[in-house]
């Protein structure tokens, strides 16, 4: 946990080297700011007009992402709004036909495969072996992109083996077969091996979807409470209002929206994009946005 | 947030914990290791001895001495002969075909996530045969050309028009496995075409006893090819051992893991299928080791391939030189073909490990 901390602490100072984000407010005030204007926006993974295209069909159209850096970012649409393909971009496992992802400024391929895998980890919505592995063997995968070949792991990767587990509360079940694992377990399983990479981003893809409510609310708020940049593409628009700090809605490949929940999950909104009838109040912690559905299908909308 | 309060104690729990369980393994996995090589040794030595004429192991290691020019010669060159010439190369290629075999099984395996994959999956045996046959029988090559060039002709060949057709296909795991089906088929049609078509009584035998494997009248030159492809094959595995790790959840997860699946894909394939083929056309088509010794390896080493390849070459080379023995005096003067005891042997071993597993499907 401290460990933990004392990154958070480092990456808060990082930010005011090359502000951005809360503190580019103050930087408008100063006179002369040091570092360019272009070095402080670049900071993190953001994906600029990305566009993909598979068999004539448009899965990205120029699509912008910026996470701003330590928050939690929903990814929200239907199915086929492009979700997955902008998760797969981002993390440099799909290049992208238009576009450009970034880090820091460097676009992926010249920060390289490895170099993009110590920085950026990815959780899919289910993870599925053949091999026998136990709890730990799963999280050591996260030290791949950090050891060389040949080399034994070293004892900085079982230092961030154990606090990816102690992290995840699975400190005690490090010997436990994957096989044995609930659902709900597995997906922090995938977590505590994201974190081993220790990235600075988080990618996940619909993690929940194939959990219980408990263990829903259990993940996404860990995943909230990470000191990491994370993007979670999600299906329940009352999870996404409540662990989100900021949503971006698609539908067809598209951005239609994006800002904080409030601002962006409203009744219009959901028959748009979704098609269904719903009341939105602000009833959710902290008044965020609380959805419930009705019977019958929306209007035609304008997306 | 009494959670926060309380974790350093926890950690230092939880280190010292872990510190145990690894220093365990380490020494678990160094005795091991220690093991299988004096196991591996000593059956080496003994394979030497068993067989109609009578020799002992101090015979065993004088001739080796003698011949290493570490100590002189004091056996009748009759029994050196037996020694140096035929009983080691052929104890020595059975332990390197093991290896070899073991290995590549591994890495199939993993890397196309098929727990029913073995070396021959790709189809280089079916393709090793025809080559080999359409030397034996046809006559190809007027006999400038040995029936191992043949085999390993034919089994390029075969390779060749799988990763075509997988690529063409699309290159997905799935596709590579059924376009090795399909080669694995075509090439096992024109063996039989050819030998019922072509050959009389005693080359189909030879041909027979060459396809179901058999270790008999191999040189040191095998012997020598065998090992060196060995080595390098073994090298570049090892080298891949953290990314074939990463294919545990597939080529997304392992993508992401910052593995070039692609290139690691190639590479390794086209390692993996040299040996096989090199092996193949030197001893024939051995089944069974490939696809049984990994499971049995896993089971002892753990999933990690760091430590699961030396060890499956290791239990590879020890199987195989004890199957050979067995396949060679159980039916003294006659010889069983190696390739139908691994059978013999690998199906019940087989079935066992598949029950060890079942508790976890």
Not at chain 1, 205 to 217: A, G, R, V, Y
Not at chain 2, 12 to 20: I, K, M, T
Not at chain 2, 204 to 215: D, I, N
Not at chain 2, 316 to 322: D, E, H, K, T
């Amino acid at each position: 946990m401290k460990r933990w901390d004392r990154r958070g602490a480092t990456g808060r100072l990082a930010r005011h080297e090359h502000p951005s984000g809360p503190e580019q407010l103050d930087r408008r005030e100063r006179p002369a700011p040091q570092p360019p204007v272009a070095a402080a926006s670049d900071e993190g993974l953001r994906a600029s007009r990305v566009g993909r295209q598979a068999g004539g069909r448009i899965l990205l159209d120029g699509v912008s992402l910026a996470p701003p850096p330590g928050s939690t970012v929903g990814l929200l649409g239907p199915n086929g709004s492009g979700k997955t393909t902008l998760l797969r971009v981002m993390a440099g496992v799909l290049a992208p036909g238009h576009g450009v992802v970034t880090l820091d400024g460097r676009t992926l391929a010249e920060t390289g495969r490895r170099g993009v895998a110590r920085r950026v980890a990815v959780v899919d919505q289910h993870a599925v072996t053949q091999v026998e592995l136990n709890v730990a063997d799963v999280v050591r995968l996260g030290r791949i992109p950090h050891r060389r070949a040949w080399a034994a792991a070293g004892p900085e990767d079982e230092d961030a083996v154990r606090e990816a587990l102690v992290r995840t509360g699975l400190a005690d079940r490090a010997g436990q077969s994957w096989h044995t694992l609930s659902g709900g377990e597995r997906q922090r399983v995938q977590i505590a091996r994201a974190l081993a990479q220790q990235p600075r981003e988080l990618l996940l893809d619909e993690p929940t979807n194939h959990l219980d409510i408990q263990h829903q609310l259990e993940l996404l708020s860990l995943v909230a409470a990470l000191p990491v940049t994370a993007v979670i593409a999600l299906h329940d628009l009352n999870l996404a209002a409540m662990f989100c700090d900021r949503v971006t809605v698609m539908k067809d490949g598209r951005v239609v929206a994006g800002g904080t929940p409030s601002e962006v999950i409203t009744e219009e909104l959901i028959a748009d994009v979704y098609r269904v009838r719903a009341v939105v109040t602000p009833e959710g912690p902290e008044g965020r946005p609380s959805v419930r559905f009705l019977p019958g299908e929306a209007a035609p909308g304008r997306f | 947030m009494t959670g926060t309060a309380q974790a350093p104690e926890v950690r230092v729990d939880q280190a010292s914990v872990a510190g145990r369980v690894a220093g365990a393994r380490v020494l678990r996995q160094g005795f091991l290791w220690a093991a299988g090589v004096a196991l591996l040794f000593l059956s080496v030595a003994v394979a030497v001895t068993i067989g109609p004429a009578r020799i002992s192991v101090p015979d065993v290691w004088s001739a080796v001495g003698s011949h290493l020019g570490l100590t002189d010669a004091r056996l009748t060159p009759i029994r050196d002969g037996i020694i140096w010439n035929l009983r080691m190369p052929r104890t020595l290629l059975a332990a390197v075909c093991g290896a070899g075999l073991a290995v590549c099984g591994t890495v199939m395996q993993s890397l196309l996530r098929n727990p029913l994959a073995d070396p021959f999956v790709l189809g280089v045996s079916s393709g090793a045969s025809t080559g080999a046959v359409v030397v034996v029988v046809l006559g190809v090559g007027g006999g400038a050309v040995s029936v191992s060039a043949g085999a390993f002709a034919g089994a390029l060949c075969s390779f060749a028009l799988v990763l075509l057709l997988s690529h063409t296909l699309g290159g997905s795991t799935d596709r590579v496995v059924l376009s090795g089906v399909a080669a694995m088929q075509l090439f096992s049609a024109l063996t039989s075409f050819v030998v019922m078509t072509a050959a009389d009584a005693e080359q189909t035998r030879g041909v027979l006893f060459w396809l179901l494997g058999s270790l008999s009248g191999v040189g040191w030159g095998d012997v020598w090819m065998c090992s060196a492809v060995l080595a390098v094959t073994l090298s570049i595995c090892l080298g891949h051992a953290r990314t074939l790790d990463a294919f545990a959840f597939g080529q997304e997860a392992a993508a992401s893991l910052g593995v070039h699946v692609a290139r690691t894909r190639i590479v390794l394939l086209c390692t993996t299928a040299l040996l096989t083929a090199a092996l193949v056309s030197s001893a024939g088509a051995i089944g069974f080791v490939g696809l049984v010794l990994p499971h049995a390896a896993r089971a002892l080493a753990g999933s990690g391939h760091r430590r699961l390849l030396p060890l499956t070459a290791l239990a590879g080379a020890v199987f195989l030189v004890w199957v050979d023995t067995l396949a060679r005096t159980v039916l003294d003067p006659q010889e069983v073909p190696v390739g139908v005891v691994t059978s013999l042997i690998g199906v019940p071993a087989f079935v066992l490990v598949l029950h060890r597993t079942r508790r976890s499907a």
